[in-house]
């Protein structure tokens, strides 16, 4: 089992920074393809950012592609979402997720057996 506890969230102006942590334990984080999600109130859970395991490739989604980076930490077993020139938009709870399931893709939630409790960030105009 993998334990994952996200931090970083808060307020933030448009046009500003936040930097979300996602700190795992029961497992080495290198080991699995990790994910960023985000859900808006009465919207369905969307797919942000992901890194793959062992080589640490990254995808992003087409909304947050050149604003958002995904990294990955093996010393401290997190993974990190830096988001730069925030949009209101982009308000929503921030989850990251462990894939175990390969029967589908990577900006599945499906494929994604273990979640953080999330983040909330609010992007003020």
């Known amino acids: 089992q993998v334990q994952l506890v996200e931090s970083g969230g808060g307020l933030v102006q448009a046009g500003g920074s936040l930097r979300l942590s996602c700190a795992a334990s029961?497992?080495?984080?290198?080991?699995?393809?990790v994910g960023w999600f985000r859900q808006a109130p009465g919207k369905e859970r969307e797919f942000v950012a992901a890194?793959?395991?062992?080589?640490?490739?990254?995808y992003y989604a087409d909304s947050v592609k050149g604003r958002f980076t995904i990294s990955r930490d093996n010393a401290k077993n997190s993974v990190y979402l830096q988001m730069n020139n925030l949009k209101p938009e982009d308000t929503a709870v921030y989850y990251c997720?462990?894939?175990?399931?390969?029967?589908?893709?990577?900006?599945?939630?499906?494929?994604?057996?273990?979640w953080g409790q999330g983040t909330q960030v609010t992007v003020s105009s």
């Open positions: 997720a462990v894939r175990a399931y390969y029967d589908g893709s990577y900006y599945q939630p499906s494929v994604y057996a273990y």
């Open positions: 029961g497992r080495t984080v290198d080991s699995y393809t």
């Open positions: 890194i793959s395991r062992g080589a640490g490739s990254t």
